[in-house]
């Protein structure tokens, strides 16, 4: 999932990257600023009054109507640099510092940010300086009118009453976002098990938990030690109760927090005279309406859901016929389904996800990695000693193999801990700018385990190393367009068709290349099996991404103020093949309501282009004539173009969405 910065204060969505401090843009290399407690209040407050001082003087500058656009786009994007300069790290700091004090100051510096950010984007006068110019070329006016769109969505042509409203729901719901999140990532609750309910889980597994006085085992919400648990543990009871708790881990606090969100949402488009939510969100997506998304996911639900109700049939037959008992007395529950989808895989495939972290060393697996990037796109990775938020993160320079030139900066911080974000993503810290030769940062946060990867994880491994090559092989003119900057219904697009690279022989063979000691090589019938394993479930799987993209559609539709949150969810889950658990509380803890409202369809909608794109590298994932030339049409060009015009320079054609139906129905050839 790639992260964007403020997130949640102005419809404009920037791209907010970020790049250290403001004395280092020229650099050759930029990192990022490491922020003690003590002093980042003080930080936070000086650089938004340098920020300020120089918005009072961009006010007094006059701007002749039809004047040249270029150095007044090159002069705003190095406001908005500056601004990148500390908000950037803010937000990742917020989600990844150690200290709990300086996550909240900087969660506090974020509200003053966002802020800031709605009183740029409110500003007659600064948008008056970018409506007066005319562009000369492709490239200027889309960022002209990406400027201006940001302007507008901010409430600049409301009058007075209701552009101070506008400002106001942008500050809220920054406030009860962060707080929503908080509470799932600070929830300190540990859930005890005595050994008998851990049994069926590897030794390795066990020796990494905690224990209390009385021997039991204590299990927090890091994925991962709640995503083998639902897996391995033999205990139905014990598996339940944790699912359970999982679900209610953002509290009953979050289902007030949710309502209060879904609320303000909808009277902020009523201010911008829009039926909905979603109808304000999507205007500027590939989507465009509610009614083209809700469209698009009638038809996905009308193909996964019979295969969704077959696989849970077939997944009740195997369980029946291995525990000898009746199949209409058989049950498939929410807090088993994985449990016997593993037992499943074994049994059906010989595939043991916990057996696979043997060929897939995370070491191992970040080197390969480095390795299959570096032949596709013509590119290094270069060790570098910089300080960082936590000892165990690294960065690497990102060089162009032919030219030498450091393309940009990508720090990684793989592994959990308390307090830290707890899925994986990539904060694209800082954009850059080939006008200011201002150098790119991506950020990756996973949480794996130190040992190895199973198959998913190697996948999400790809998946979010996408995003952060994404952000730094922009070469963009400006920064405001650089990377991950895309429409949000496209920016997973280039992530998915990565995780290909995880799934083939031709690539997975040579992760044992970097094993030290040797790891066992990745075979014909082992890559056989893995695709079969991929294969399953897939019903199950595109039907619950449905189930996520319908309910946020739902909540951000017109009738938006008689929605109950937990009442949908109820409604919804409960006519799915494995229906609604009661007492869970998937609700509060969905977290990608927060930055993906009216949103979440995108994953799937990107999919489409993915799979689309991917047909281009045909029967050779390491063709480095194709990369060069996917590098250069779509990762290079950010949102210099629209999406749709990025993946028709890349194909050559209108993309379609054959390969994606093939995909979710099993009739994929390769």
């Known amino acids: 999932m790639a992260k964007k910065i403020l997130q949640l204060s102005s419809l404009a969505l920037l791209s907010m990257t970020a790049i250290g401090m403001s004395q280092n843009i020229w650099a050759e290399r930029t990192t990022l600023p490491i922020l003690k407690t003590a002093a980042s209040a003080q930080w936070c407050d000086a650089n938004l009054e340098k920020l300020q001082q120089r918005i009072a003087q961009l006010e007094k500058q006059t701007v002749k109507q039809q004047s040249d656009a270029a150095p007044v786009l090159a002069e705003w994007d190095q406001l908005m640099a500056s601004f990148e300069d500390f908000a950037g790290p803010i937000s990742l700091y917020s989600n990844v510092d150690p200290d709990a004090k300086l996550r909240k100051a900087a969660e506090d510096c974020e509200v003053k940010l966002n802020q800031l950010q709605t009183e740029i984007y409110q500003n007659p006068k600064l948008y008056q300086r970018i409506k007066n110019t005319v562009a000369a070329d492709a490239i200027d006016r889309k960022y002209r009118q990406d400027i201006l769109d940001a302007f507008e969505d901010t409430g600049v042509q409301l009058a007075p009453e209701k552009r101070a409203r506008v400002k106001t729901i942008f500050d809220e719901l920054t406030k009860l976002s962060q707080e929503f999140s908080r509470n799932i990532r600070d929830n300190p609750e540990k859930l005890e098990f005595t050994p008998a309910g851990l049994k069926g889980l590897p030794d390795s597994y066990i020796a990494g938990l905690k224990k209390n006085d009385k021997g039991n085992y204590l299990l927090g919400f890091e994925y991962p030690e709640y995503q083998p648990f639902m897996e391995l543990a033999d205990s139905d009871a014990a598996r339940k109760r944790y699912q359970t708790a999982f679900t209610r881990r953002g509290t009953e606090k979050n289902l007030v927090l949710l309502k209060q969100i879904i609320d303000l949402r909808y009277e902020l488009a009523q201010l911008f005279g829009q039926a909905s939510y979603a109808d304000l969100a999507l205007k500027k997506r590939m989507a465009k309406t509610p009614k083209t998304v809700n469209s698009f996911l009638t038809d996905v639900h009308k193909v996964v859901a019979p295969l969704e109700q077959k696989e849970v049939e077939e997944l009740r037959a195997f369980k029946a016929k291995t525990l000898n008992t009746p199949i209409e007395k058989t049950e498939i529950n929410r807090w088993n389904v994985g449990y016997w989808s593993e037992k499943l895989r074994k049994a059906k495939y010989q595939i043991d996800q916990e057996k696979l972290r043997d060929y897939f060393p995370t070491l191992a697996a970040q080197k390969w990695l480095f390795a299959i990037s570096s032949d596709l796109y013509g590119i290094e990775f270069k060790p570098a000693k910089v300080d960082t938020w936590q000892d165990e993160v690294e960065y690497y320079d990102v060089t162009d193999k032919k030219t030498g ?129 991929h294969n399953y479930g897939r019903g199950m799987r595109y039907a619950r991404q449905t189930l996520y993209a319908q309910y946020d559609m739902a909540l951000h539709g017109a009738d938006a103020l008689k929605v109950r949150p937990m009442d949908v969810w109820k409604k919804m889950e409960s006519v799915t093949a494995l229906g609604y658990v009661p007492t869970t509380e998937f609700p509060g803890q969905f977290g990608h309501l927060m930055g993906y409202q009216a949103g979440y369809y995108g994953y799937m909608w990107s999919e489409v282009l993915a799979l689309d794109m991917l047909s281009a590298f045909g029967d050779n994932l390491n063709n480095p004539v194709v990369g060069q030339r996917y590098r250069q049409a779509i990762l290079s060009q950010g949102s210099q173009k629209d999406a749709a015009q990025l993946v028709k320079d890349f194909l050559g054609r209108e993309p379609d969405n054959k390969a994606f139906f093939n995909e979710i129905t099993g009739q994929r050839v390769k």
Request: aromatic share 10%.
């Open 405 to 533: 030139e450091v393309l940009g900066g990508l720090y990684m911080d793989k592994f959990p801990r308390e307090g830290k974000y707890g899925h994986a993503a990539v904060w694209g810290v800082y954009g850059g700018s080939t006008l200011s030769k201002r150098k790119p940062i991506s950020v990756l946060v996973t949480n794996f385990n130190r040992k190895g990867l199973n198959s998913d994880e190697l996948e999400t491994f790809v998946h979010e190393f996408g995003h952060a090559l994404h952000g730094i092989l922009s070469k963009t003119r400006y920064s405001g367009q650089s990377g991950t900057s895309v429409e949000r219904d496209f920016v997973e697009a280039p992530s998915q068709m990565y995780e290909e690279w995880a799934r083939r022989k031709e690539t997975l063979a040579k992760v044992a290349d970097y094993c030290d000691p040797a790891c066992p090589r990745v075979d014909d019938a082992l890559i056989a099996r893995l695709k079969s394993v």
